[in-house]
């Protein structure tokens, strides 16, 4: 019984720290990391996400940093019923680059990291929160729908990294004027 506890222990510290050793881009910069971004890719390894994979398709989000060193964004998603926009208040941190975010659909604060962006391409997004499970997710985001190649495979090595399956690292399908051209 001890081997056994002392084994979860391990595993529960290596858990933690893999996400612990995360750090945002340096000198990140919210002026030049606002504006339009598509997520181009989503590592997200939820047993009730699983039967949505197929389903899912890029999402445009627009960030808008405020006054206060805060940050806006406006996701629009493209559903069953149309498309949705959902508002989010990124909050930040003493760290530039981390943030935290009230997420409506678990009703908990979560944790937002940039991790490398180069601000004109591409950015490496981790959202982190212990729940009653480790709740992670790796997303991709572009400046445009489509990436270069090697971007991708950047993505899936830092998510494979993460603990993620190759299974739950996905590339959705391109957005389907969502929103239309009058939002």
């Not at 997520?39 to 989000?61: E, I, Q």
């Not at 019923?81 to 009703?107: A, I, M, W």
Request: hydrophobic residues 35%; aromatic residues 12%; proline residues 5%.
């Amino acid at each position: 019984m001890r081997l056994f506890v002392a084994t979860i222990s391990v595993m529960m510290f290596f858990a933690l720290s893999a996400h612990a050793d995360v750090q945002p881009q340096k000198d990140f910069d919210l002026q030049r990391f606002s504006g339009k971004w598509y997520r181009v890719g989503l590592a997200y390894d939820s047993p009730g996400f699983t039967p949505y994979r197929d389903k899912l398709r890029v999402s445009m989000g627009v960030l808008t940093p405020t006054a206060n060193g805060n940050a806006n964004m406006s996701m629009w998603s493209q559903r069953s019923s149309g498309c949705r926009c959902d508002t989010y208040l990124y909050e930040k941190t003493d760290v530039p680059g981390q943030f935290t975010y009230f997420s409506t659909r678990h009703n908990r604060m979560k944790d937002i990291t940039v991790v490398e962006t180069n601000y004109t391409e591409y950015a490496l997004v981790l959202k982190h929160k212990k729940m009653n499970r480790e709740f992670t997710q790796v997303a991709l985001y572009g400046r445009t729908q489509k990436l270069r190649p090697l971007l991708l495979e950047k993505f899936r090595e830092f998510s494979i990294s993460r603990g993620f399956p190759k299974e739950s690292i996905l590339t959705p399908q391109l957005l389907d004027n969502c929103p239309s051209a009058g939002q």
